[in-house]
Structures are given as C-alpha cells and as structure tokens.
C-alpha cells in the first residue's frame, strides 16, 4: 500500500484489485448507469442496520440522531448527487480500509466474472457496489461520522489515490455518512425528480427505511381579487400624484417664464408684446 503524507490530510494508493476494478468501471461502455444509486442505497441501508442492531445493546447510540433515514439531495447549481444516511458512520480507519486499500476477495472474483462476460450490474453481489459510482461521477467525497470518531472526508477522482482528511469545513454529520458525487457532464440526467423517482421505486421498493428525495418547489401565490383591488387603487394614486406633481412643475416653468417676459418688456417699448408658450397674452 502506498502512503503520501500531505499538509491537508493523507492520499492512500488503491489496492491493485481495486484499480483494475475502478479501470473497468470507467473505460467499460455500460448503458444501464442508474445502478449506481441502487448500489448506494443498499450500502446506506446496510449502516442503517448496523447502528439499529447496535442500539438494542447500547441505546446510547442512537443518541446522537434518533431518526434512522437516507435522503437523496440532488443539487443542480453544483451537479452534485447526494445519498445521505444516519447510520452507524465510518472511522477515518474504515474509509482508509473499506473503500481502496483492503481488497475484498469479491473484488478479483467480480473482475473475473466480467471478464467472462457477466453484466455489471451484478458488482453488489461481490461487495463492491459502491465504486458503481464511479459509472456516473468523475469525482466521489464521502463524508463520515461514527459516534467514537471524528468526521472524515474521503475523496478519489479514480485515479489511482484517494485522500482522507479530517473535515473541517463541511456541515457536522451528526451520525453517518454522506457520498457526494460530482456527476459528469453527460450524466445530469440523475439530478431530474422525475428519473430519481422512477430510479428509487424500481430498485429500492423493499428497503427499510424512509427514503426522502429533497426537491425544489416555485412556490406561486394566488392574488385574491381584493388584494388586486388594493394593488390597482395604489397605482392609480401614484400615477395621480406623478401627474400632479408634473402640473406643478409646469406652472412653476410657465411663472419663471412670465416672469422673465414682464422684466423683459418693462424696460422695452410700449407696443412690445410678450406671449407664453399657451400662447396667452401677457402684455
């Protein structure tokens, strides 16, 4: 295992099974992508039930967030995808080991079951369905917190490292886990409520835990006829009032004006005449 220390945290080498899988995964042309989320779903699932069990023993644990959940977070301003769970969280020991050091004896097993010709979607059938995600996003953060850890970040752009760092700017995760992929530019299809729903309801119907898909709404309020009443009544005042003001403007121009024409004409001959522009005799 390769190790670099940086200033910001760790970058780990992945395991050479896991290398060769992550080069399957983004070189392999697959069409049916939406498993990612299937695969992901399943592993929240999982830590769900991980901290559930837990608790009967130790009650404390759910402590830190009582609620057991997973949301689905689509974010069209930054093509971000997030599945979030409150589950029983990773240590930073876990991401370094569960997700590209440590290499599971599935993985070689699902390298040789491609090779053979097997369909892709079946990588959860060998533990390793989480790098699925790399079928849709050139980036992967994971962000964790066990109840006896700090939080974590994990990130790859599968390219052969990974880093982990202790988060400092991310929002506190009370429990759980967080995968945050940064979807490719022919991918943002998977940010649509409509293909998220479709997506959930085909592969996910029997997880169980509430899964909640966080949406964007326009809210439109209805203007009720009196309240267009009101609006009406105070344009026609303000109107009213800019046309008032416009008519004292004017006298006040035509008085200077008259004014200007009698000290003109009182030092001038007596049949000069002088005339406004109404064309009103003045003299």
Request: charged fraction near 35%.
């Amino acid at each position: 295992m390769g190790l670099f220390k940086m200033s910001d945290g760790e970058t780990f080498a992945f395991s050479a099974d896991i290398q060769q899988l992550m080069g399957l995964i983004i070189n392999t042309f697959y069409s049916n992508k939406e498993i990612f989320l299937r695969e992901i779903i399943s592993n929240a699932s999982d830590a769900l039930d991980k901290i559930r069990y837990k608790s009967i023993t130790h009650p404390e644990e759910l402590e830190s967030e009582p609620k057991l959940f997973i949301k689905i977070i689509p974010d069209k301003s930054n093509n971000t995808l997030t599945i979030w769970d409150s589950g029983i969280g990773m240590s930073k020991t876990d991401l370094v080991n569960n997700l590209g050091t440590i290499a599971r004896s599935g993985t070689k097993q699902f390298v040789e079951a491609i090779a053979a010709g097997a369909d892709i979607s079946m990588i959860g059938q060998f533990g390793v369905g989480f790098y699925s995600a790399f079928l849709v996003a050139d980036k992967v953060q994971v962000i964790s917190k066990r109840n006896e850890d700090d939080q974590y970040v994990w990130e790859s752009t599968a390219g052969g490292t990974f880093s982990v760092v202790k988060d400092e700017t991310n929002e506190r995760i009370p429990r759980g886990t967080k995968v945050v992929l940064y979807l490719k530019e022919d991918q943002l299809e998977f940010l649509e409520e409509r293909k998220l729903k479709d997506i959930i309801k085909k592969h996910s119907e029997f997880i169980g835990f509430p899964i909640e898909l966080l949406v964007e709404k326009t809210e439109e309020k209805e203007v009720t006829e009196s309240e267009d009443e009101t609006k009406k009544e105070e344009k026609k005042d303000e109107e009213k009032k800019d046309e008032e003001k416009k008519d004292e403007e004017k006298k006040n121009d035509e008085d200077a004006k008259i004014e200007d024409c009698l000290l003109y004409t009182s030092d001038a001959a007596d049949d000069m005449q002088c005339v406004d522009l109404g064309g009103r005799r003045i003299i």
